[in-house]
C-alpha cells in the first residue's frame, strides 16, 4: 500500500445518482480507502448541452450524506476549457491532430463503400480536411495498446483499426470525453482509475493520447455493470430511478452487486471499514 495513490469519481451530471453510478462511487472510493490514498470528486459537465447545474449539486449533496468527501477541491470540467485548448493546439502543432470536414453522413457512406465498421473513421482527411474544418481527430496507428486490468485482466485494441482516428473536439465547439478526461486525470495526478466495465473499449483511445503526450499512465479497474430488467446498462438516459432515501440500503446492495459479503453496519464509517478490508483482502 501506498500514500501516492490518487483515484477518482467523475460523474456526468446529465440526472441524479441511481444504482450504476453509486457502484461506480463506491469502487473507486473503497479502492482509494484500501490503498489509504487520496481520492477525488471531478463533475463531467463539458458536454453543456446536457449536463445540468442542479444535477451536479444534487449529486455532490448525495455523496456527502453518504459522506464519500473528496480529498481535494471538486472539478468541473466546464471551468477548464482554457486547459484542454492548450493541450488541443500542442497536438496539432505536433502533427499528432488534424482538422475534419466530415459530415456523420459522409462517414457513413465512405464506410460502406469501403466495407468497415459504422463507427469507423476512414481517414477522409489525413492528407487535408476537404471544407471547412468541423471537428479536430487524433492521429492514430497500428501500434497495439495494451493494458491489464485489474478486475477484467488483459485488454488489447489497435485503435486505428477498430475505430480511427477519433474526435477531440467535436463538431459543436465542444471537447470530446476522450481528450478532457485525459487531461483532468494527468492534471490531477490520478494513478488509480475504477469505473464502469462499459468505457473499458475507450481505455485504449485514452491510453494512445497519453502516450503521445509522454504522459504517465494510470492503472485501470472495470467493475461489473448494473443492468436493467432488459439486462441493458443501467442509465440515466434509459430512465434509471434515482437512489432512494434509505442510503444505507443502497450502499448494501452496490456492495453485494460487486460480490462481496454483506454488511451490517449501523453508521457508514463502519460500513467503509468493513468494506475497505474485504476489498483489500481480494484485490490488495
Not at 463539458?46 to 480529498?71: F, N, P, Y
Not at 491489464?148 to 486505428?160: A, I, K, M, N, P
Request: glycine fraction near 8%; charge should be negative.
Amino acid at each position: 500500500m501506498t500514500n501516492q495513490y490518487i483515484g477518482r469519481f467523475a460523474p456526468s451530471p446529465t440526472g441524479r445518482l441511481h444504482a450504476g453510478s453509486l457502484a461506480a462511487a463506491l469502487a473507486s472510493f473503497i479502492d482509494a480507502r484500501a490503498h489509504h490514498g487520496q481520492w477525488l470528486i471531478r463533475i463531467e459537465d463539458v458536454d453543456t448541452g446536457r449536463c445540468k447545474k442542479e444535477w451536479a449539486d444534487d449529486i455532490l449533496q448525495t455523496l456527502s450524506a453518504l459522506q464519500m468527501h473528496s480529498d481535494g477541491e471538486v472539478i468541473w470540467q466546464s471551468k477548464r476549457i482554457d486547459r484542454y485548448t492548450n493541450v488541443l493546439n500542442q497536438l496539432i502543432e505536433s502533427g499528432k491532430a488534424y482538422g475534419c470536414s466530415c459530415t456523420r453522413l459522409e462517414i457513413e457512406k465512405a464506410n460502406k463503400a469501403l466495407g468497415l465498421k459504422p463507427n469507423h473513421y476512414p481517414g477522409t482527411c489525413r492528407t487535408g480536411a476537404k471544407g471547412a474544418i468541423r471537428s479536430w481527430r487524433f492521429l492514430t496507428n497500428h501500434e497495439k495498446v495494451t493494458f491489464t486490468d485489474r478486475w477484467l485482466g488483459e485488454y488489447s485494441q489497435d485503435v486505428e483499426t477498430e475505430v480511427g482516428d477519433f474526435v477531440i473536439k467535436r463538431a459543436d465547439g465542444l471537447f470530446a470525453y476522450q481528450l478532457a478526461v485525459v487531461i483532468d486525470d494527468h492534471d490531477c495526478g490520478v494513478t488509480d482509475i475504477v469505473r464502469g466495465a462499459d468505457l473499458i473499449d475507450n481505455t485504449p483511445r485514452q491510453i494512445a493520447l497519453m502516450r503521445t503526450l509522454d504522459w504517465n499512465e494510470p492503472r485501470y479497474m472495470h467493475i461489473p455493470l448494473v443492468l436493467n430488467d432488459r439486462h441493458e446498462k443501467l442509465s440515466k438516459q434509459a430512465g434509471a430511478r434515482p437512489l432512494g432515501n434509505d442510503l444505507m440500503l443502497e450502499l448494501v446492495h452496490a456492495w453485494r452487486h460487486l460480490g462481496f459479503e454483506e454488511i451490517r453496519a449501523d453508521s457508514f464509517e463502519a460500513f467503509y471499514q468493513e468494506a475497505s478490508l474485504q476489498w483489500a483482502n481480494r484485490f490488495l
